[in-house]
C-alpha cells in the first residue's frame, strides 16, 4: 500500500515538476495550449500519412469550443490527443500549465483521471454497472475511499437530474438519459476540461437538445467544454469554434 | 504563479489521500467487485471453468484427509502398542506388501520356546509376555442359541492386561492361576457382551468359543470401530488353554515392556542378538523375524503413505495445471470480449496495473472459489468415505487446497491480464461488442 503511494507521489511529482519546466509559456488562464503538434502514422514502404500537420492554439478557462470538420479532418485524431489517449508524433501541448507531450502510459491515465472528463457518441458506460457505479469509476481509480465516492457520485448525478435513477442499469435507461449519466461521470472528479466527441450522435434532435442545453448549463457554471462534432447545428451552440481541416486549422471563429 | 498554485493544489490533493491511505485498495475492491459480477453474470461458464480446480482440490484434500484417517488409525491401534513396548513376531508390521510377501516366504514363526528363551535370557525387562491368535479359520461363539462370527479368539499371558493396552471394564482379568490351570475361562469383548448378555451380567456364563465351553470372568472396555470392522469382537483366554485346545505350537507375538524409552532400545537389540544366535542366523543376513516398536512402525508407513502421496501431488499438479489452462483460456476470451470495457476504464484513468490487478483478481477469485467448491466436494467425499474407512480432513489440506488453487488462478491469469493491461485505449474504445 505504502509502495502505492509511493508511486502515485512520484508521479504526481514528475507530472508537477513538468509543469514548473515550461511554466511561463501558457499564459495564466490558459487551460489548453498546443504548439504546432503533429501525428503521423507510417503506412510501411516509406509511406507517411499526416493526420494532424502543424495544429496550434489555444484555450481559455470557461470557454465553450467545437472543434468541427468532415470526416477524415483529423479532428477525431486531434480530440485523441488532447484527451491524453495518444500522444504526438512531434511539438507540445500543455494541459492546464503542464507539459503532458511525451508522458508515458500510466502518466497519461492519471492526468486523463484528473483533468478529463470524457463524453462519448456511443456513452461508453459499462451496461452491467449501475448509473451510480458508471459515476464513480473515475473517483475508484483516484483512489478515494468509498463514502466520499459516493456522496461525490450522487452530488454529480444530481447536477445532471438523474438523482432518482442512480440504481438503474444502463439498459433500463433511455438515451439521453445514459448521455447525461456519461455527463455526470465527466464532471464527478472536476476535470480542467470536458471533452465531448459527437455527444449528440445516437440521440434524436429532441433529446440532443436537451443535453445541449445541459452543455449550455454546464458551461454557465464554469466548466470548460471542448465539443467535437461535423455537424454544423451541433457547432453552433458552442462560442467558438475552429474549423479543422486536412490536419490543419482552417478557421477560428467567435460565435456569440 | 498559476502553476506554483496548481502544483500546490495538486500536492494538497495528494496529501488528502495520504490521509485516507487508499489507492491500491480502492482499485483492489473494485476488481473484487468484478471479478463476483463477472461470475455471477457466467454462471455455468464459470462452473465448467472451474471444473479442473476443482477436481483437483478436492482430489488433493481427499487423499490428504484419507491418509490422515489411516495415520491417526494407525497410531491409535497399531502402533500403540503400549508404554515402552515392543513386539518380537514373525515379521514387521505395517510393510509393504512385497517385502511382507517375503518375509512371510522366509521368516519362522516365534514358537512358545524362543519366547521361554528370551523370558529367561533377557535382562532387565519390565515384563514380558506373549500372546497367539487363532487364522484362517471362520471362529464363532456361541450362548443359548446366538451365534457370532468372526470372533478374534487368542491365546494370552497373564501380564498381557499390564502390557497391552485393553482395559478390564468388569469382572477380571486371566490370572496366573488361570495360566498354570490351563482353565476354561476368557476375557472377552463388548460385542460379545452386547449380543449374548443385553440385559445380564455376563460374568461366569458359560459360552461356547468354537465349540469348547468357557467361562466368562470378565469384559473389557470398549475400544470402537475402524476401517469399518469393530475392534470388541474378541475372546482372550489362557495361552496354555490356547495350546491345549486349538494350536499346539501357535506362532506368537511376544511384548517386551522396558522401564523407559532409552532401556526399550537396548533391550530391542539384545533380542535381536539373542534371536539371531539361536535360530543361527549368519551374519549378513536378514532377520528371520520380525521387531515391532511404535515408532518402526509409524516410520514404516509414513514412508509407504509418502509414496502414496507423491503419486498424488502429482496427479493433482497435472490436474491443476490442466485447470490452470483452462482458466488462462477463458480469461482470454475474457479479456477480447470486454476489450471496449477496458477501453472506458483506460479512458477513465485506469493505468496499467489497475487493469492488470483487476484481470490477475478475477483469475484469482474464480480459482479461488473454485478451491472452495473442491473443498466443501472434500468434505462430503471424506464424509463418506469415514463411514465405510476412515478418513479426517485435516485444516492443512483446507489451506493448502485454498492457497494452491488461488495461486494457479494467478499464475495463469497473469498472462491475459498482461494482455489486457497493453491494449492501446484508443483500439480499446474503437472496438464493438
Not at chain 1, 501525428?39 to 493526420?51: P, S, W
Not at chain 2, 489411516?70 to 515392543?86: E, K, Q, R, S, T
Not at chain 2, 516398536?293 to 502421496?309: R, V, Y
Request: hydrophobic fraction near 45%; glycine fraction near 8%; aromatic fraction near 8%.
Amino acid at each position: 500500500m505504502s509502495e502505492e503511494r509511493d508511486r502515485r507521489t512520484a508521479m504526481a511529482t514528475q507530472v508537477a515538476s513538468s509543469s514548473m519546466q515550461e511554466t511561463l509559456t501558457p499564459s495564466d488562464g490558459v487551460i489548453i495550449k498546443t504548439d504546432n503538434l503533429w501525428k503521423t502514422y507510417d503506412m510501411g514502404e516509406a509511406i507517411q500519412v499526416h493526420a494532424l500537420s502543424g495544429v496550434s492554439f489555444e484555450i481559455e478557462r470557461g470557454e465553450y469550443v467545437a472543434i468541427m470538420g468532415p470526416s477524415g479532418s483529423g479532428k477525431s485524431t486531434l480530440m485523441n490527443l488532447i484527451g491524453c489517449l495518444d500522444t504526438a508524433t512531434r511539438g507540445t501541448y500543455w494541459l492546464n500549465a503542464r507539459l503532458v507531450s511525451e508522458l508515458s502510459d500510466d502518466e497519461l491515465a492519471y492526468i486523463r483521471n484528473k483533468e478529463i472528463g470524457f463524453v462519448f457518441q456511443t456513452f461508453n458506460l459499462l451496461s452491467r454497472a449501475s448509473a451510480l457505479h458508471n459515476v464513480e469509476l473515475p473517483l475508484i481509480y483516484s483512489g478515494m475511499p468509498a463514502k466520499e465516492r459516493l456522496e461525490r457520485a450522487e452530488e454529480a448525478l444530481r447536477k445532471v437530474d438523474l438523482a432518482d435513477r442512480m440504481h438503474h442499469k444502463p439498459n433500463e435507461l433511455s438515451g439521453g438519459q445514459r448521455q447525461r449519466v456519461a455527463i455526470a461521470r465527466a464532471l464527478v472528479n472536476n476535470p480542467s476540461i470536458i471533452l465531448a466527441d459527437e455527444p449528440t450522435g445516437n440521440l434524436d434532435s429532441g433529446t440532443g437538445e436537451e443535453i445541449m442545453a445541459l452543455f449550455e448549463r454546464l458551461h454557465q457554471a464554469g466548466n470548460t467544454i471542448v465539443l467535437v462534432t461535423h455537424e454544423h447545428d451541433i457547432a453552433a451552440h458552442a462560442h467558438r469554434i475552429i474549423h479543422v481541416r486536412d490536419g490543419r486549422i482552417e478557421r477560428d471563429e467567435r460565435v456569440e | 504563479m498559476a502553476s506554483l498554485s496548481q502544483t500546490a493544489s495538486l500536492l494538497l490533493r495528494l496529501a488528502a489521500r495520504r490521509r485516507t491511505g487508499a489507492g491500491a485498495w480502492v482499485t483492489a475492491r473494485e476488481a473484487f467487485w468484478i471479478a463476483l459480477e463477472a461470475l455471477r453474470a457466467h454462471k455455468l461458464r464459470s462452473i465448467l471453468t472451474l471444473l479442473g480446480v476443482v477436481i483437483a482440490t478436492t482430489t488433493l484434500i481427499a487423499v490428504m484427509s484419507i491418509i490422515n484417517g489411516m495415520n491417526l488409525y494407525i497410531a491409535d491401534h497399531i502402533a500403540n502398542l503400549g508404554a515402552n513396548v515392543f513386539i518380537v513376531h514373525q515379521w514387521k508390521w505395517a510393510q509393504g506388501y512385497e517385502a511382507w510377501l517375503k518375509a512371510r516366504r522366509r521368516n519362522k514363526p516365534v514358537r512358545i520356546e524362543e519366547f521361554e528363551f528370551l523370558r529367561e535370557s533377557l535382562k532387565g525387562y519390565k515384563s514380558i509376555g506373549a500372546s497367539a491368535g487363532l487364522h484362517n479359520s471362520d471362529t464363532q461363539a456361541r450362548y443359548q442359541g446366538h451365534t457370532l462370527y468372526d470372533v478374534g479368539v487368542s491365546g494370552v499371558t497373564p501380564n498381557m492386561i499390564d502390557i497391552g493396552q485393553q482395559k478390564v471394564e468388569s469382572g477380571r482379568y486371566i490370572t496366573e492361576a488361570d495360566y498354570q490351570h490351563e482353565s476354561m475361562v476368557c476375557f472377552v469383548g463388548r460385542d460379545l457382551v452386547d449380543d449374548f448378555f443385553p440385559s445380564v451380567d455376563p460374568l461366569n456364563k458359560e459360552i461356547l468359543v468354537n465349540g469348547i465351553p468357557f467361562r466368562v470372568i470378565g469384559v473389557a472396555q470398549k475400544i470402537g470401530s475402524t476401517f469399518g470392522e469393530s475392534q470388541d469382537n474378541f475372546a482372550q483366554i489362557p495361552l496354555t488353554t490356547f495350546r491345549k485346545f486349538y494350536s499346539p505350537r501357535p506362532s506368537l507375538a511376544v511384548s517386551v515392556q522396558a522401564w523407559n524409552a532409552r532401556q526399550m532400545l537396548v533391550l530391542e537389540d539384545e533380542v535381536r542378538a539373542l534371536l539371531r544366535a539361536r535360530r543361527h542366523i549368519p551374519y549378513r543376513e536378514d532377520d528371520t523375524f520380525g521387531i515391532n516398536a511404535s515408532e518402526t512402525i509409524m516410520d514404516t508407513w509414513n514412508m509407504l503413505m509418502g509414496t502414496i502421496f507423491t503419486v498424488t501431488i502429482g496427479i493433482v499438479a497435472v490436474f491443476m495445471v490442466v485447470g490452470g489452462i483452462v482458466i488462462m483460456n477463458i480469461m482470454l476470451a475474457s479479456v477480447t470480449e470486454r476489450t471496449h470495457e477496458i477501453g472506458i476504464r483506460k479512458s477513465l484513468g485506469a493505468r496499467r496495473r489497475d487493469i492488470l490487478m483487476q484481470f490477475v483478481i478475477e483469475s484469482s477469485v474464480m480459482a479461488g472459489i473454485g478451491g472452495g467448491i473442491g473443498v466443501l466436494l472434500a468434505f462430503l467425499v471424506s464424509r463418506i468415505v469415514d463411514y465405510f474407512f476412515t478418513s479426517t480432513v485435516p485444516l492443512s489440506a483446507v489451506l493448502v487446497g485454498l492457497f494452491l488453487s488461488t495461486a494457479v488462478g494467478l499464475f495463469f491469469g497473469i498472462y491475459p491480464a498482461s494482455k489486457a493491461a497493453k491494449l492501446d485505449p484508443i483500439e480499446a474504445l474503437r472496438t464493438e461488442n
